[in-house]
């Protein structure tokens, strides 16, 4: 199993402002992942980053909005920019190498915009 | 597109009971089901996991069944006690990218 640590836990930003997540896996992984969940709804894809390429986004995710750094096979972050009250939500952050291996998540990251 | 739906959206229940959660999807065409529980604003913790080829996989008082052809899982929870009050999810992997497609979750109040 991997070991998942996210930064920050939470945190409340005002508007038009930017926030960057962090997350920092115990073992080396090809591909990390990144998923928003909004107030009251299931878990929706952001985008997957591999190390050494750019991140692949999901329909619905640009990533001016959501710029994804991967400096190595242990870390990532995720940039929220200019932030909306409508950004505010649970930001995760996920590993699993291959087609049939569990995944695992990180404790979340808890954002509000006021 | 897959879609994965779980059925009852919330449960209450007394201490005690045993509990059936049920997930569907929309295309058989998964590597692997997952189960997760979440706690009240914090991230998932994996309960089970199922492959494709599998049938069914226990964990103490859990078990979690998987019939691929008809696009179902469940989970039951077998003696249900009051820190087992969580949101249930499920996931299917599939797709390029070990894409995990969620459903929206049971949300489960044990009281004692």
């Known amino acids: 199993s991997a070991v998942i640590s996210q930064k920050p836990s939470r945190d409340i930003c005002q508007r038009g402002t930017s926030l960057t997540i962090q997350c920092q896996v115990d073992?080396?992984?090809?591909?990390m992942f990144w998923y928003r969940q909004q107030p009251g709804q299931s878990l929706t894809l952001i985008a997957t980053?591999?190390?050494?390429?750019?991140?692949?986004?999901e329909s619905g995710f640009v990533i001016d909005k959501f710029p994804i750094s991967r400096p190595n096979l242990t870390f990532s972050t995720l940039t929220v920019s200019n932030m909306s009250p409508e950004d505010s939500s649970i930001y995760l952050c996920?590993?699993?190498?291959?087609?049939?291996?569990?995944?695992?998540f990180g404790q979340g990251t808890r954002l509000t915009v006021v | 597109k897959q879609e994965v739906t779980q059925i009852p959206a919330a449960l209450s229940v007394p201490e005690g009971e045993n509990l059936v959660l049920n997930c569907s999807f929309t295309?058989?065409?998964?590597?692997?089901l997952q189960w997760f529980r979440q706690d009240p604003g914090k991230g998932l913790t994996s309960l089970l996991l199922?492959?494709?080829?599998?049938r069914e996989q226990t964990s103490g008082r859990l078990n979690a069944s998987l019939d691929k052809s008809s696009g179902r899982s469940t989970l039951y929870i077998a003696a249900s006690q009051p820190g087992d009050s969580a949101t249930y999810l499920c996931?299917?992997?599939?797709?390029?990218?070990?894409?995990?497609?969620f459903g929206a979750g049971t949300r489960l109040a044990v009281h004692p």
């Open positions: 199922i492959q494709s080829s599998q």
């Open positions: 073992s080396q992984v090809t591909m």
């Open positions: 996920s590993v699993g190498e291959g087609p049939g291996t569990e995944a695992f």
């Open positions: 980053a591999n190390q050494g390429s750019e991140a692949t986004y």
């Open positions: 295309d058989s065409a998964i590597y692997n």
């Open positions: 996931a299917v992997r599939t797709g390029g990218y070990n894409k995990l497609i």
